[in-house]
């Protein structure tokens, strides 16, 4: 059992104010109370934007060299603890043991080291003629990050931040708390001074309310469902502070008619089904020739038939979603879309044979989906995958913009300009060309409802700066 009942506030892991609810955490592998979390109020958000506030004088004046030799110590923690953050992740939110290690955790590791790398020679400074262009921290900013992917989420958003001269608090998922616990005291060992780092767990009506209106947050960062995102900026409005979302998305994914479809529906499966489906970007629209739709179905169906679902400490591919809710949600969802004439040629309502407890979701492919049904244009993160036909190249573009999301895409063929072309016309943030890595050095957003702003890499460091122009600097 974990018990999380303190707040890391002003550097130190003090005691909310007044008495807390606490909150259990289930494990959704076994469905049991894994711990318990102390469920935060505007009080406790006040005492860290205080502390923040007080903490951004002496930040926002620390030098360049300051700051990468601060994120170089916070690296050799994090790496110090890399076992306990994975074990953490897989209680929380399922993710399988061998992808916490293999991507849940190595993924936080790569926004810091990103961030120190661009910092060193990020340019805050510019001057035009005789005036001189300056890049300020923001100031203090509060920060609220989602389950699915908790390292990644708190890394991609404290990381430029701390590199940019800025101080925050974090609002971790209280879904998923552990893991952002063990990121603070990743911080407070590195020696981050004291307010700069906060933490403060909640719900999304107590605390993460609190956060978006506070007049003394100068941003606030949210990601989450676009619906939540919504009710941030409404909140964060009357104080006009600035608002950067990274919301949901529906992503296309365009499969072109050549001798490498049947192995790239297999890569699109493998993708769409990695940490159960719970991914903002997952590839969930295959979209593919219409005359091959009975082999694309057939390929589909053996791919993810052969993953292997189960306990995520053991060795297997896809673990539980993370919630009762969740499981509801998905299950709601798949019904729904049978009901409405979508063929699932593999897995379906309810859970996996031989797994009778536990928020398991059977792999589920559905074929003879067209792209106005319910379960091809909600989100929902699980691992359910929809395919649909084209029959022109200009068709399936439309079909893949024919969406309210744009945070993602995906294009594969054997003809790289082909790829290339394609991928130029769809309206996404990222879109990954013949399944290429993930790159955290190049920026991550979305068009439409899938956001604004942009995290990863340096371009998240113009999230957190302001621009002063100071005209006649250099007469």
């Known amino acids: 059992m974990t018990d999380l009942t303190k707040f890391y506030i002003n550097?130190?892991?003090?005691?909310?104010?007044?008495?807390?609810?606490?909150?259990?955490?289930i494990n959704p592998a076994t469905e049991q109370v894994a711990g318990r979390v102390a469920i935060g109020t505007a009080?406790?958000?006040?005492?860290?934007?205080?502390?923040?506030?007080?903490?951004?004088?002496?930040?926002?004046?620390?030098?360049?060299?300051?700051?990468?030799?601060?994120?170089?110590?916070i690296i050799a923690e994090y790496q110090k603890r890399a076992a306990d953050l994975a074990a953490a992740v897989t209680e929380e939110m399922g993710a399988p043991a061998g992808l916490s290690m293999a991507a849940q955790v190595p993924i936080g590791?790569?926004?810091?080291?990103?961030?120190?790398?661009?910092?060193?020679?990020?340019?805050?400074?510019?001057?035009?003629?005789?005036?001189?262009i300056v890049k300020e921290?923001?100031?203090?900013?509060?920060?609220?990050?989602?389950?699915?992917w908790p390292l990644n989420q708190v890394m991609c958003k404290v990381a430029p931040a701390l590199a940019?001269?800025?101080?925050?608090?974090?609002?971790?998922?209280?879904?998923?708390?552990?893991?952002?616990a063990i990121v603070a005291e990743i911080f407070d060992a590195a020696g981050v001074p004291a307010g700069v780092f906060n933490l403060v767990n909640g719900d999304g009506p107590g605390v993460g309310a609190a956060l978006s209106a506070h007049p003394d947050i100068d941003l606030i960062s949210f990601t989450g469902s676009t619906r939540a995102g919504v009710e941030v900026a409404k909140?964060?409005?009357?104080?006009?502070k600035r608002v950067a979302q990274e919301l949901g998305g529906k992503s296309p994914n365009i499969l072109l008619d050549d001798d490498s479809l049947a192995a790239n529906v297999a890569a699109g499966v493998g993708s769409m089904m990695l940490n159960s489906g719970q991914s903002c970007n997952a590839p969930s629209r295959m979209i593919v020739p219409?005359?091959?739709?009975?082999?694309?179905?057939?390929?589909?169906?053996?791919?993810?038939?052969?993953?292997?679902?189960?306990?995520?400490?053991t060795d297997v591919r896809l673990g539980p979603v993370v919630s009762e809710a969740q499981f509801t949600k998905i299950q709601g969802l798949i019904e729904r879309a049978i009901a409405d004439g979508a063929k699932p040629v593999v897995g379906g309502p309810g859970r996996p044979e031989g797994l009778d407890s536990g928020y398991y979701v059977r792999p589920t492919v559905f074929t003879n989906v067209t792209n106005d049904m319910e379960i091809a244009r909600t989100e929902v993160f699980g691992p359910v995958l929809v395919v649909i036909g084209y029959d022109s190249v200009d068709e399936a573009v439309k079909i893949g913009n024919d969406t309210e999301y744009g945070l993602a895409g995906y294009?594969?063929?054997?003809?790289?300009?082909?790829?290339?072309?394609?991928?130029s016309k769809l309206r996404a943030g990222t879109i990954t060309l013949n399944s290429a890595n993930i790159d955290t050095t190049v920026p991550f957003g979305g068009y439409k409802r899938s956001g604004n702003g942009r995290e990863w890499s340096d371009y998240a460091f113009d999230e957190y700066l302001e621009v002063k122009s100071m005209v006649g600097f250099g007469s």
Request: glycine share 8%.
């Open 411 to 423: 294009v594969s063929g054997e003809d790289l300009d082909e790829v290339r072309r394609i991928a």
């Open 235 to 240: 909140a964060a409005a009357p104080s006009v």
């Open 11 to 25: 550097g130190q892991w003090v005691d909310p104010v007044g008495e807390p609810t606490l909150l259990d955490v």
């Open 109 to 132: 590791l790569a926004h810091l080291a990103t961030a120190a790398e661009a910092l060193k020679t990020f340019s805050f400074v510019e001057e035009r003629g005789t005036s001189r």
């Open 164 to 180: 940019t001269g800025c101080t925050m608090i974090l609002k971790p998922s209280e879904v998923s708390p552990f893991s952002a």
């Open 137 to 148: 921290p923001i100031g203090v900013c509060g920060f609220i990050t989602p389950w699915n």
């Open 290 to 313: 219409s005359h091959r739709l009975d082999e694309v179905a057939a390929a589909a169906a053996e791919a993810a038939s052969s993953l292997t679902v189960g306990d995520p400490t």
């Open 43 to 73: 009080a406790d958000v006040d005492a860290a934007v205080i502390a923040a506030r007080h903490a951004f004088e002496g930040w926002s004046n620390s030098t360049v060299d300051e700051r990468v030799a601060l994120i170089g110590a």
